[in-house]
């Protein structure tokens, strides 16, 4: 592990160019709004290796499968989230010779992320091959106020000569995935329109006629005065770009300021696109650049006053813990529920931008506790949706009802085509009636069970029903041919985290059953008019929750991850010659399934999820059995073992779990930062810190806290909303500060004690 990025507490620093680690950085560094994400690629051309992205949400290519061998039920195609236009081009020619930093010797280099403000700013001072020097001073953002909006602020200086500048600002939508399967092209064109000052492109994705417009303009100030200057246009396939050609005087600044505005066929009318993108792109430009960064200033600051974690006396945490949060903001606002978290955000390619079960096990309580509840709410509701699709796709598999949500998905449509994990990772069903607990559990917002709920409970539940079966010599339902979240162990018998999370969901979905009947008898008849639960069912319901097997071995007083865990060759990670990891990296896949290490969280991701029906002793044994046999290779892993370990006391396993996760990307831990962030991964860095160093906990309708101190850490405070209350909780040594930041008292528990805090008090308990 190697800190690359500079520390400081708001920004994330590069100084110096490293070609090696371009793609990292341009990956860290990426900028996003929830409509749309662009990685920290240069404006002007670069020939060296880079990842471009321009990604604009919820725009995908399902591009056709490609597997060794067929099996029935694979999915026709895997989407991907398209790398799309290109509108942050800027080439710039010097005297007739291109600009790129792959040519050139770099005198100086900054990329800075200002996470504070939400902008990427990029400084340079580079010689090119003829001798000649020039000083770059690049901004750009994409706007949180107008989605639409990306502006960009591109300053060249001569340092050593006076010439002639030449400068194309572009659109480019001649672009490719490097993901696609079949080496194709996406995209194809349908207009494209150049006038001086300003363009205009319209795109659209094979096969599925997505249609993505980009409009531009752009002023150009020398010497501080904004010059009129006809531009040269140019068209070619997917492409428009203005040239314009000025001179330049050693030690003279050239300012060029181009405003962009990027609509999808999503959101409009395909004949509306240009009209509505050039309205959006004409305010813009008459607001200027200065005022949109101002305006995204601010935007970045109401979300940081919602979200922020500050961590007093460790300024590398610190820093990891704001770029997590930085990520999850940029990646989803919780705007439209049509959209979701892929495990790469906006950041790369990796993954396909797919909806995971990450969102709903690691996302959701990120986003309930630090944004309004319409947020999780909406990607709740986004799986509601996919209901139908979900059933399609367990009829596809052969079941005769029920519904199995997809391992990953765009529109509700399996996209996976592993078997071991398209057909038996189905524990994933369990987490989506999971976040229906915790986003109940959290808000208390019980209508949303009547609303939408229930239907996908109860669904989920048809599916274990048919899924399970009675083992005779067992006298228990079991379940076989399963792969649970440890994805090193696959087709194993009786997952015990599958059939816990299976029978949980079906004794959730009776509770919730009884309780609509009780509650909302009305709602419950429509409801049941449509799915038409039989008596039989819960019968059946009741009797697998009452009679599921749970492997478990007696003498070590543990749950087995699955039926014959205990006969691998059982050897602790810390006995490993360390040169065998990453295990992925360097065994093969083999060794690795027959071996008893373990990915990621497995049995105790269900002693996480579950802990309120377990006591502490029996998830202090399993967290010490399974602990030291996980290798932690997904990045999902280390976030579960911090909370637990700070659940259960253990306050220095607690820290080293943490620093896994909280500055994975910074530091690139895994060596694949490269093709993109770990997004997903990030809400459980912020979970770590929340639910584990905080203790914070929501039992019985009540804010619990159970905080300590980490480490080094002086103290750390974090943001949550709560039931109509915006709490600043700050730990320190000695106390624990509740500021109520809004006008409705809570009650909360600390450390078992009852308090209240009064609208816009401050409550100080000594802990
Ligand atoms: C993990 C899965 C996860 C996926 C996407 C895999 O490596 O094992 O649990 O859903 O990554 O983050």
């Known amino acids: 592990m190697k800190q690359y990025f500079k520390i400081d507490e708001w920004r994330i620093i590069e100084e110096g160019f490293n070609p090696e680690e371009n793609k990292v950085a341009e990956s860290v560094c990426s900028i996003g709004n929830g409509h749309m994400g662009q990685r920290a690629n240069f404006e002007e051309s670069y020939s060296g290796d880079t990842l471009q992205g321009s990604y604009m949400a919820g725009v995908y290519y399902p591009d056709k499968t490609r597997v060794g061998w067929w099996k029935n039920g694979y999915p026709e195609y895997f989407a991907k989230v398209l790398n799309s236009i290109n509108w942050i081009g800027i080439d710039i020619k010097v005297d007739g010779e291109t600009l790129d930093l792959a040519k050139c010797k770099i005198l100086d280099f900054t990329r800075i992320l200002n996470m504070k403000e939400g902008y990427l700013h990029r400084t340079f001072t580079a010689e090119l091959p003829s001798g000649k020097t020039v000083k770059v001073d690049a901004k750009r953002f994409v706007s949180i106020a107008r989605k639409e909006i990306g502006a960009i602020r591109y300053s060249i200086t001569p340092v050593n000569f006076s010439g002639k500048l030449e400068i194309t600002a572009y659109l480019d939508g001649d672009v490719k995935n490097e993901d696609s399967n079949y080496d194709e092209k996406f995209w194809d064109e349908v207009s494209k329109n150049v006038s001086s000052g300003e363009a205009s492109l319209v795109v659209s994705t094979k096969k599925l006629d997505f249609h993505v417009c980009s409009t531009m303009k752009f002023d150009i100030v020398q010497v501080g005065r904004k010059i009129n200057v006809t531009a040269d246009t140019i068209e070619k396939e997917k492409y428009v770009s203005n040239t314009v050609v000025l001179l330049c005087s050693k030690g003279e600044e050239t300012v060029i300021y181009k405003y962009t505005s990027n609509v999808t066929s999503r959101d409009h009318e395909k004949s509306e696109l240009i009209n509505v993108s050039k309205a959006a792109l004409l305010k813009a430009y008459e607001l200027g650049f200065e005022a949109l960064l101002e305006e995204q200033a601010n935007a970045w600051a109401d979300k940081w006053k919602e979200s922020d974690i500050v961590i007093e006396g460790d300024s590398s945490a610190q820093q990891g813990i704001r770029f997590n949060i930085f990520q999850l903001n940029q990646t989803y606002t919780g705007k439209d529920e049509r959209l979701n ?7 790369g390619e990796k993954y396909g931008g797919s909806t995971y079960w990450d969102t709903e096990a690691y996302c959701i309580p ?11 709410r909406n990607l709740l509701i986004y799986r509601y949706k996919h209901l139908e699709k979900a059933k399609e796709n367990a009829k596809k598999l052969g079941f005769s009802k029920g519904a199995l949500y997809p391992m990953v998905t765009m529109n509700g449509e399996e996209c996976h085509n592993e078997w071991e994990i398209t057909f038996e990772e189905i524990h994933r069903n369990g987490a989506i009636a999971y976040a ?15 609303e939408y709920g229930f239907e996908v409970l109860s669904e989920i539940s048809r599916f274990w029903e048919e899924r399970v079966h009675f083992a005779v010599p067992k006298g228990k339902y079991v379940m076989h041919g399963v792969t649970g979240p440890n994805e090193y162990d696959n087709n194993v018998n009786n997952n015990w985290y599958t059939n816990r999370i299976a029978a949980w969901t079906l004794d959730y979905t009776i509770e919730v059953m009884n309780y609509l009947k009780e509650k909302e008898p009305a709602r419950f008849e429509e409801l049941n008019a449509k799915l038409q639960i039989k008596d039989e069912e819960i019968a059946k319901w009741k009797d697998i929750v009452a009679n599921m097997y749970y492997p478990e071995d007696k003498e070590l007083g543990i749950y087995l991850q699955q039926d014959n ?3 691998k060759e059982q050897i602790l990670v810390k006995d ?5 990891l990453p295990l992925n990296q360097n065994w093969s896949w083999d060794r690795i399934l027959r071996s008893c290490f373990i990915k990621q969280a497995d049995v105790l991701q269900g002693l996480y999820f579950l802990e309120h029906l377990y006591d502490d002793e029996t998830i202090r044994r399993n967290f010490e059995f399974y602990e030291p046999r996980t290798v932690h290779e997904s990045s999902l892993s280390p976030c579960v073992h911090s909370i637990l370990a700070a659940k259960l006391g253990m306050q220095e396993k607690a820290y080293e779990m943490y620093l896994r996760t909280s500055r ?3 530091d690139n831990y895994n060596n694949d930062t490269e093709d993109g962030c770990h997004t997903t991964s990030m809400a459980g860095t912020w979970m770590s810190v929340v639910h584990g160093f905080g203790g914070m906990r929501v039992r019985n309708g009540q804010l619990q ?16 909303m709560f039931r109509g209350a915006l709490l ?7 106390n624990l500060i509740v500021s109520n930041e809004s006008e409705n008292a809570i009650t909360l528990s600390v450390h078992g004690s009852t308090y209240t805090v009064s609208g816009n008090e401050t409550l100080n308990i000594a802990c």
């Open 705 to 720: 806290l159970n905080p300590f101190i980490p480490g080094h850490w002086n103290s750390f405070s974090y943001k949550v």
């Open 576 to 580: 490993l010659d360390p040169k065998n």
């Open 664 to 666: 994975l990307d910074l």
């Open 366 to 376: 990120f986003y309930l506790a630090t944004a309004d509840e319409d947020v999780a």
């Open 565 to 567: 865990y205990l006969d």
């Open 728 to 734: 600043k909780i700050n730990v320190t040594s000695e």
């Open 341 to 347: 978290i892929g495990p790469k955000g906006f950041t």
């Open 436 to 450: 229906i607990y915790n986003y109940v559990n959290y808000t208390g917002d019980k209508a949303y069970l009547g």
